[in-house]
Structure formats: structure tokens, C-alpha cells
């Protein structure tokens, strides 16, 4: 079942920049998307959602990007701290789904000084 | 700020032997799930739980598992004949509402079975 992938399973950033992580999704019914952070032998804890009906929703330092004809969503984080540096889990849920998120598979961002 | 907790934070058991991992989930929210995530691979939902009954579960809740509201904060998982494949990080989350609506994790029990 890959229908959340994230396909950079690791990603390096200078303290600073940018950092993008990148999620696709193959089905298209899903109509919520969200970004989760988790630290080793933590849960995974909320950053920033998004629903179809959008494009783009910023939250401070983070901003999701929704391409819906793409079926490709993007978390960008401006500036990276060194705090940042954690796996990043893109999840999506559709309505009528009871909430059940489907993750992908997570990418260890690792920002460096 | 109010958590989802989770106990124990680490159970080691016996293959065959039954296990029940505790959560409490945020006061106010009234959706509850369990996930795991076996390790390396991904995180995966086994069921969701609403006015006391499951709404949804996937393939890997099969009979061997059962969830249950015990009273008005706990929210159980208990496996009854545990199989080696069966270790796991197992996260509990909780949620407001049921659609469009982020979902709380614990910090999760890691189960070993041996």
C-alpha cells in the first residue's frame, strides 16, 4: 500500500535555509493532508494541515503546499533551526475515512550549524 | 497543554501471552485511535473509536485484538495471543472531531515480543 510516499528518505539543510520535504499521493480522493514531526521514541506530533480546498497554509516558520493536480503536497520550513532536525511524516485522510490517516514513510530532515 | 499519555512506555512479553496497552486521550475529544509502527517501516492505523464502538479498522486488527472504553478516560488495546510479528511502537491518538481534524499521539508503548 503505497498511497503516501515520500520518496527522500533523508535530506540535509544548513541552519538557516530552506528546507522542503516532499509527499505524493495517489489517491485522489483524499481531501486532508497533514505534516507530522516525530523524534526518536516520541509520537508523532502535529505540525500543519491542509484541505483541498486549498493551495497553501502557512504557520509561522511552516508552509504546506497543495498541488492537487500533481497529487503532490510540500512542507517548507524557513528558516531551518537546528531543532527542526527530526523524521517528517506527510499523512492524508479522507472525508467519510473516520479520521484514519495513511502516512508515508518519512523523511529524517537533519539541519546542520 | 493538555497530551495524549500512554502506559507503559516500553512491555516486553511472551509469544502467546495477552498484553493491554493503556492510554488516556485529550478530556474533550471524543475520536480515539490506535496505530503502530513495526520498526523501519511505517506508521499504519489499526482502529478508530467513537461512542463506544469501532467506526473503523484495517486488516491488521483482526480477531486477535480488541479495543475498549473501560470508563470515562481510559481508552485500552489488548492483543490476546501475542505472535512475535506483533512487536511494535503502538501509538494511541485522539481527535476533536471526525473529519478535517488533526489527530493527537502519544508518546507510544514499544512492545517486544519474545
Known amino acids: 500500500d503505497q498511497q503516501v510516499k515520500q520518496n527522500s528518505p533523508s535530506l540535509s539543510v544548513q541552519e538557516g535555509r530552506i528546507s522542503i520535504l516532499n509527499c505524493d499521493y495517489t489517491n485522489s480522493m483524499f481531501d486532508y493532508f497533514l505534516w507530522y514531526k516525530k523524534y526518536p521514541a516520541e509520537g508523532p506530533t502535529f505540525l500543519i494541515s491542509i484541505s483541498s480546498i486549498k493551495d497553501k497554509n502557512e504557520d509561522g516558520r511552516f508552509t504546506v503546499f497543495l498541488n492537487k493536480s500533481a497529487k503532490h503536497l510540500s512542507l517548507h520550513i524557513v528558516p531551518s533551526q537546528p531543532g527542526d532536525s527530526a523524521v517528517y511524516f506527510c499523512?492524508?485522510?479522507?472525508?467519510?475515512?473516520?479520521?484514519?490517516?495513511?502516512f508515508g514513510t518519512g523523511t529524517q530532515l537533519k539541519v546542520e550549524l | 497543554e493538555p497530551e495524549v499519555t500512554q502506559t507503559p512506555s516500553h512491555q516486553v512479553t511472551q509469544m502467546g501471552q495477552e498484553v493491554i496497552l493503556r492510554c488516556v486521550p485529550i478530556?474533550?475529544?471524543?475520536?480515539f485511535y490506535w496505530y503502530r509502527q513495526i520498526l523501519g517501516q511505517k506508521v499504519e492505523f489499526l482502529v478508530s473509536?467513537?461512542?463506544?464502538?469501532?467506526?473503523?479498522k484495517s486488516e491488521i486488527f483482526d480477531d486477535q485484538f480488541s479495543v475498549e472504553r473501560p470508563d470515562g478516560s481510559n481508552f485500552t488495546l489488548k492483543i490476546r495471543s501475542t505472535k512475535l510479528e506483533d512487536s511494535a511502537m503502538y501509538f494511541c491518538?485522539?481527535?476533536?472531531?471526525?473529519?478535517?481534524?488533526?489527530?493527537?499521539f502519544g508518546q507510544g508503548t514499544r512492545l517486544t515480543v519474545v
Open positions: 491518538a485522539s481527535s476533536e472531531g471526525q473529519m478535517n481534524t488533526e489527530a493527537f
Open positions: 478530556s474533550n475529544h471524543l475520536y
Open positions: 499523512a492524508a485522510s479522507l472525508t467519510g475515512g473516520g479520521n484514519k490517516l495513511t
Open positions: 473509536f467513537y461512542n463506544n464502538e469501532i467506526s473503523e
